[in-house]
């Protein structure tokens, strides 16, 4: 036994310092090589002038201040934003309403709260002709139900917007319900028994228990909806039909639509490295926003 | 204790597992067996090669033929093939190149392999002279593309919409309706007035091809970009001329955008009775409009004269594994056998002389367009086209006078400040 003992006292050091680093490097090592390396890959490539399948020059920060001279990329930031601020406001609120009356006592419960997960497992594809075919300007069922007839969504900037803003808040409000759900279940039943003898009305209940009970859930949907909001891509893309234009004048190209049409249409891979590294500090400046706005619900003040 | 042990064992091998996973993801291909080769052939749209294929299969044992088509092709085949020549993998074997996107690769020679070194000179005479040439690097030294069509142009219309509105419905009283641009609106106002549910053209894009490609050659063959590749829109009267035509025409117009899916519902809802069609547009309305309509289009001349819009070329990638096959088989099927065998299949128009003259081209007639002579139609002129020379960023600058035609048509801009952003953005594209 005393041979052994180094090594007994080895596989000791080994459990305590070393084996919580072995658990942890899976995530860490695969986002080192799919996270760490295409970022700072971008920084590199963002730094040159260089074009798809072709020339490559260093050009230092002139793609930067070229893109804070870019009108096109400003078009891009306000569409980014109009949109952000018009989908992610009604579909949390929604959200929060659509949890809420999950939480109750209703028959087939269990249904209902599945259903709302079925616009997330829906196939894009499908989506995409779905919802073609409801906001298209000739034959649409939209401007059928309106009575707008031939009114071209993609025409203008609010137009398209909204039609976008639908197609958001139908994919993701069934998810953050959910997420609102789970939260709403840990709330102890007692705080609203004691209410209900303090004789607080349900509406009481729900603003001063449910809605400061949620406030972790509240931040996390808030800052992962900005986060997906303002790298939108996918809604508008579908919605114009596979263009990443974003409509004859840009109507609704968002920020991650130019970054594609710079790369892939334009070629000019620098300059689209560029517009996502400024994205990414958006992203940041804007979840930092949302976040210090939402740390002021519920009335901890 | 013990179990923690076995536990941070099990993750120590869990993790070294997964790294030794993603290190060599991209293992070798399935090569190793035999002397087998699997050439991957990319197209986009349709260029009737499936005949072909089986037919060099079976002349060629140990080749087998790997087919990968899209349909849409500015917006993900381009995007796609430029992301296969900038990581230097991924690409076919052979690789389709519509005219406008050679055009912008001509400068990356180093891309694609030589033909000049597998036989590619004595090929010269099986191709129209310009075609032939557009398909040599910048420098004039490497061939790096072989031709496989020329666009030549025709006015596409619905004889049943024509006879509802009283206008004649057979071809050449048709052509005779607009021997000018000036003519084919007035007979689109009369077929308006008639017909209200149906517009008299499909939308901006094709009609404003088609007339830039008419233009060019009276302004020097070129549209966008001069021979020496400055940005010359504004100066240049084709651009304005095609521009202009088209907005006098808006009214008439369904504004749809081009091979976008309303675009495509279009022609299953009567949409639109006319629209401007290179050769090979017939195998895309025949394939939109379905069964259905077979025998209610046909094919009258296009009103000003003559033009040439789209083509497409074949090159090999320097990627490819099998640069010799691949160039073997690149030759083969722009052969003038196998130019016949793609217009018999999506009437891909021909770009060798002989095939032009053979009569199953010269001769042919397409029983969907209402037994059309597509061969007399197409052909005649075909030899006698003119190429047109476009700049590098060609595609970049057409989608910005595309976009903003839509744009008027949608109401969002006059055709004053249309013209003026169009100029502004493109010159900012050609940059």
Redesign the interface.
């Known amino acids: 036994m005393k041979q052994n003992r180094p090594l007994a006292r080895a ?2 050091w ?2 305590l310092k ?2 919580p680093y ?2 942890v ?2 995530y860490f ?2 986002f080192a ?1 799919f996270g760490l390396f295409p970022l700072g890959f971008t920084v590199w490539v963002s730094l040159h002038d260089w074009e ?3 020339d490559r020059e260093w050009i230092g920060l002139q793609n930067y201040t070229d893109l804070v001279l870019d009108p096109d990329f400003w078009n891009s930031v306000v569409n980014t934003l109009g949109m952000f601020v018009m989908a992610t406001v009604p579909q949390l609120l929604l959200a929060l309403m659509l949890a809420n009356a999950l939480n109750k006592r209703m028959r087939f419960r269990l249904l209902f709260r599945l259903g709302v997960l079925v616009p997330m497992v829906t196939s894009i594809v499908a989506v995409a ?1 779905v919802f ?1 075919q409801l906001f ?4 649409g069922a939209f401007n059928w139900l309106l009575g707008t007839d031939g009114l ?1 969504w ?3 900037k609010l137009t398209s917007w909204t039609a976008i803003s639908v197609m958001v808040d139908w994919r993701w409000a069934g998810y953050n319900a959910l997420i609102y759900l789970a939260a709403m279940q840990a709330i102890p039943r007692d705080l609203y028994e004691a209410a209900s003898i303090d004789g607080a009305s349900s509406r009481r209940q729900f603003w001063q228990i449910t809605i400061p009970m949620l406030k972790p859930a509240i931040i996390f949907t808030t800052l992962t909806s900005t986060i997906g909001g303002l790298s939108l891509f996918t809604e508008p893309v579908m919605f114009a ?5 974003g409509g ?2 840009g109507q609704f190209q968002t920020i991650a639509m130019y970054m594609y049409e710079m790369a ?4 000019e ?1 620098g300059y689209a490295s560029a517009v996502a590294w400024m994205l990414f500090l958006l992203i940041v400046l804007v979840s930092l926003v949302s976040f210090l706005f939402t740390r002021r619900i519920g009335g901890t003040k | 204790m013990k179990f923690s042990r076995k536990t941070a064992a099990f993750a120590a091998v869990l993790a070294g597992v997964l790294v030794a996973g993603t290190a060599c993801g991209g293992s070798d291909d399935e090569n190793a067996s035999g002397g087998d080769i699997t050439l991957t052939v990319d197209t986009f749209g349709a260029f009737g090669y499936e005949e072909l294929f089986t037919q060099y299969e079976a002349a060629h044992p140990g080749i087998k033929i790997e087919h990968r088509n899209e349909k849409e092709h500015e917006k993900v085949y381009v995007p796609k093939l430029l992301q296969y020549l900038e990581t230097g993998s991924g690409a076919g074997d052979v690789v389709a190149l519509e005219e406008g996107v050679l055009t912008s690769l001509r400068g990356q020679a180093d891309k694609f392999i030589d033909f000049n070194g597998y036989g590619g000179a004595e090929l010269e005479a099986n191709f129209i002279k310009w075609k032939y040439d557009l398909g040599k690097s910048l420098d004039g030294k490497s061939l790096m593309a072989l031709g496989t069509d020329v666009g030549g142009l025709a006015m596409c219309y619905r004889t049943d919409l024509f006879e509802k509105a009283g206008l004649p419905t057979e071809r050449d009283e048709v052509s005779k309706l607009w021997p000018t641009w000036a003519d084919y609106s007035a007979t689109g106002a009369k077929f308006q007035d008639k017909v209200a549910d149906t517009k008299f053209v499909d939308g901006p894009a094709a009609l404003y091809n088609a007339i830039l490609s008419q233009e060019a050659p009276k302004n020097g063959n070129y549209t966008y970009f001069d021979n020496a590749g400055a940005y010359v829109a504004d100066k240049n009267p084709a651009v304005k001329t095609a521009f202009d035509t088209v907005n006098g025409l808006k009214d008439l117009s369904a504004g749809l955008k081009a091979f976008t899916p309303e675009w495509q519902t279009g022609f299953k809802k009567d949409s639109f009775a006319t629209m401007a069609c290179p050769a090979w547009m017939l195998g895309v309305i025949k394939e939109n409009s379905g069964d259905a309509y077979a025998g209610k289009w046909d094919v009258a001349s296009v009103p000003g004269g003559g033009g040439n819009w789209g083509g497409s070329y074949l090159a090999v990638p320097k990627q490819s594994e099998h640069p010799k096959e691949a160039a073997e088989l690149a030759e083969f099927l722009t052969s003038p056998e196998s130019q016949i065998a793609a217009f018999k299949a999506v009437n891909a128009l021909p770009t060798s002389p002989q095939a032009l003259a053979d009569p199953q081209v010269a001769d042919a007639k397409n029983d969907y367009f209402n037994d059309a002579p597509v061969g007399k139609i197409f052909a005649a002129g075909a030899s006698t086209l003119q190429p047109v020379q476009l700049g590098v960023e060609n595609v970049s600058v057409r989608t910005v006078f595309e976009d903003i035609l839509i744009a008027i048509g949608q109401g969002q801009l006059s055709a004053g400040e249309g013209w003026t952003k169009a100029i502004e953005d493109g010159r900012k594209k050609s940059e």
């Open positions: 596989a000791t080994f459990d070393a084996a072995f658990l490097s899976p090592i695969l090589i798809l399948a072709g002709v073609g298209a300007r000739d034959y071209d993609k025409a203008e039909q596979g263009d990443v234009g004859s004048l892939f249409r334009e070629r891979y």
